[in-house]
């Protein structure tokens, strides 16, 4: 271990004159350390102070509950058939993410929800909610005054008018950190990098190049998403072994070759690894006229009770468009086969067609996913 931290000292010494040069992406920018997370956190309080835009309790008993609960923990008494009927009080869902190594103190940014049928939250002040995690134990304790981007207005007639979104609204640094989340960074001697999209190649490229830089066998592809690295046990030197290692450049490996189809907007990706074999492709249009026209008829005279009438008359035309057959050499490319689709003019809606059939036909070299 203190020849590995002896290493480890020259290569942050050397700056990263150690780093290949023929890398692209910075480790940091392809992979995550495992268990180190956010945390999402989530809470119910009462928004207080509106302008009468809160929520109808009467539609919303909850909030009225809510508000009977809190001002009874607060030591006031409210008899129990007393109906409140407050409509400057809305009940809100809060949540925020937690980041990881967060500290005591530390302040979060919160949004904050109307569940009720509240009609806006400016001008609104959370009062003061807990926060808890997935294990339910309180994480951070939020309040503050809102911040809402929206705003409506109504008329008396029943018009009314929205900009934006006015029953949701954010507080920043409105919630501090109660509790802290454990970490296993310094757990065990070594930490796993897990790639944000597995591949096999650039997996291995990336303990190739941590092994080339340190000059020996530190780190370890575990499979297509994971690389175990071997660290320093003492917290300040893993922290600069870190520094190091996330700025490290790797070149990763190609993507599959894919072709994304959304079928619903007409948009298509296609990778730059696409490879179409042998095949040939006919499109042909088909084109559908329907034109309107109306005439006035009247087959009696008014002395004999004749009335005018509107007639309408239709036409259909259907007209076939020269069918254009392109082939396709084997192996063509990606800029090959947008240029071929491109010469015959072919729509979205038509390309989506030629792609599933050459998927169908077996001559296209990829995967195609439609959404």
């Known amino acids: 271990m203190k020849a590995f931290c002896s290493s480890l000292l020259l290569v942050l010494l050397a700056g990263f004159a150690a780093q290949p040069a023929q890398a692209e992406e910075r480790i940091k920018d392809l992979a995550d350390v495992a268990g180190v997370r956010t945390n999402q956190l989530v809470g119910y309080g009462l928004v207080v102070g509106l302008t009468g835009t809160g929520d ?26 007393v109906n409140l009927q407050v409509n400057n009080v809305a009940a809100v869902a809060i949540h925020a993410e937690l980041p990881a190594f967060a500290k005591l ?72 950190v109660e509790r802290i989340v454990p970490s296993g960074f310094n757990a065990t001697d070594s930490i796993v990098l897990n790639l944000r999209s597995a591949d096999f190649t650039t997996a291995f490229r990336l303990a190739e190049a941590v092994n080339e830089a340190l000059g020996d066998k530190l780190a370890n592809p575990v499979d297509a998403t994971s690389v175990r690295v071997r660290a320093p046990m003492d917290p ?9 290692l996330e700025n490290l450049t790797v070149r990763p490996g190609d993507p599959p070759a894919r072709v994304i189809v959304n079928s619903r907007t007409g948009t298509i990706v296609m990778g730059g690894g696409v490879k179409v074999l042998a095949a040939a492709v006919a499109h042909g249009g088909l084109s559908v006229t329907i034109s309107e026209s ?16 509107v007639v309408p008359q239709s036409e259909v035309q259907i007209t076939e468009g020269d069918g254009r057959m392109f082939p396709f050499g084997p192996g063509a490319s990606l800029d090959e086969i947008v240029r071929a689709v491109n010469q015959v003019g072919a729509a979205p809606g038509d390309l989506i067609a030629i792609l599933e059939a050459l998927h169908q036909a077996g001559a296209l070299r990829a995967e195609l996913i439609i959404i």
């Not at 300040?236 to 190091?244: A, D, E, H, I, N």
């Open 56 to 81: 109808q309790t009467t539609q919303a008993p909850f909030t009225a509950q809510s508000l009977r609960n809190m001002l009874g923990q607060l030591g006031v008494t409210i008899p129990g058939n």
């Open 105 to 176: 103190g530390q302040k979060l940014d919160i949004t904050v929800s109307s569940i009720g049928n509240a009609k806006s939250l400016r001008g609104g002040a959370l009062l003061m909610t807990p926060l808890k995690g997935a294990d339910g134990e309180v994480y951070a304790i939020a309040q503050g005054n809102l911040v809402v981007g929206g705003f409506g207005a109504e008329g008396r007639d029943g018009s009314s008018i929205s900009v934006n979104v006015p029953s949701a609204g954010r507080i920043p640094g409105g919630a501090t």
């Open 236 to 244: 300040g030197q893993r922290v600069g072994f870190m520094s190091w």
């Open 294 to 309: 109306f005439a006035v008829s009247q087959p009696e005279p008014f002395s004999r009770g004749g009335e005018t009438v």
